[in-house]
C-alpha cells in the first residue's frame, strides 16, 4: 500500500538551530510532494510542493526542501528555526488521493 | 474569495446522535476529501469524490456516509456517533487527482466531540 513515513514525532530545539524533518513515501512513479503546517488551533498552511524540476524547492517562511528520487525522500529544511515556528508539519504524497504522515511536532525554546 | 468553507467548526453530540458537516468550495474544483485528523496519526482519509454525483471510500470510512449532489458541496454524516468519531474533521478540495500537478485547499477544519 502506498505510504508515507515521518521519521520524527516530536522535535526539540533551541533557537537558531538547524532543522531537518525526514519523509519517505512509497509511490515508485511519478509523484507529487509536500509539506503542511499547522499551527496550534489552527487549519492546515502549505509550506512548499514539488511536482516536477529542480528537485531544491523554497517554500514560505525560510523553508526548503529536497526530492531525493533514489531515496524516496523529500525532507524539510530550514537553517535557523525561531520561536514562532514550533507547531506540527505534515508530508503528504500523491498521485491518487493525497496520503498523508503522521506528522512530527517540532517545539522552538526561546 | 472563501476558498473552502467547512459548518459547523465545534460540535458536541451525544452517544447515538446524527450530524451532517458540510464543506462547500468555490473554486470550481472537480475533487473533494474529507479527512479526519487525530493525535498522533496524521491525517486520514474517509470519504472522497472526484466529481458531482459521485462518491467513494478512503482509508476510514466506518461510520460514515457522504454525498456530492452539488458540485460545489460535499456532506459528511455521522448517522450514529461514538465516542470514537471524536475527532477534527478537514475538508479538501482539488482541481483533479492522480497526479496531474495540482495541490489540495483545505478548510478550517470541525472539531467534534462525542459523549
Known amino acids: 500500500a502506498q505510504s508515507v513515513s515521518q521519521h520524527n514525532h516530536h522535535v526539540i530545539l533551541s533557537e537558531a538551530a538547524s532543522l531537518e524533518l525526514g519523509c519517505n513515501y512509497s509511490y515508485g512513479g511519478t509523484v507529487n510532494l509536500f509539506w503542511y503546517v499547522q499551527y496550534p488551533g489552527q487549519h492546515l498552511q502549505l509550506l512548499l510542493k514539488y511536482f516536477s524540476g529542480d528537485p531544491l524547492v523554497k517554500g514560505i517562511k525560510g523553508f526548503e526542501a529536497e526530492f531525493i528520487k533514489s531515496k524516496f525522500s523529500f525532507n524539510l529544511r530550514k537553517p535557523s528555526v525561531q520561536w514562532s515556528d514550533t507547531a506540527e508539519y505534515f508530508c503528504a504524497a500523491r498521485p491518487g488521493n493525497l496520503i498523508f504522515g503522521k506528522g512530527t511536532k517540532l517545539s522552538v525554546k526561546p | 474569495n472563501a476558498g473552502v468553507t467547512q459548518t459547523p467548526k465545534f460540535r458536541v453530540l451525544k452517544t447515538g446522535q446524527s450530524m451532517t458537516l458540510l464543506c462547500a468550495q468555490d473554486?470550481?474544483?472537480?475533487?473533494m476529501y474529507w479527512y479526519r485528523q487525530d493525535p498522533g496519526m496524521g491525517l486520514r482519509l474517509i470519504h472522497y469524490s472526484v466529481g458531482e454525483g459521485t462518491t467513494a471510500k478512503g482509508e476510514v470510512p466506518d461510520g460514515y456516509n457522504v454525498s456530492r449532489l452539488k458540485k460545489q458541496n460535499f456532506l459528511l454524516g455521522l448517522e450514529s456517533a461514538a465516542p470514537s468519531q471524536t475527532s477534527v474533521y478537514f475538508c479538501?478540495?482539488?482541481?483533479?487527482?492522480?497526479?496531474?500537478?495540482?495541490?489540495?485547499?483545505f478548510g478550517q477544519g470541525t472539531r467534534l466531540t462525542v459523549v
Open positions: 473554486m470550481n474544483h472537480e475533487y
Open positions: 479538501a478540495s482539488s482541481p483533479t487527482t492522480g497526479g496531474v500537478n495540482t495541490e489540495a485547499f
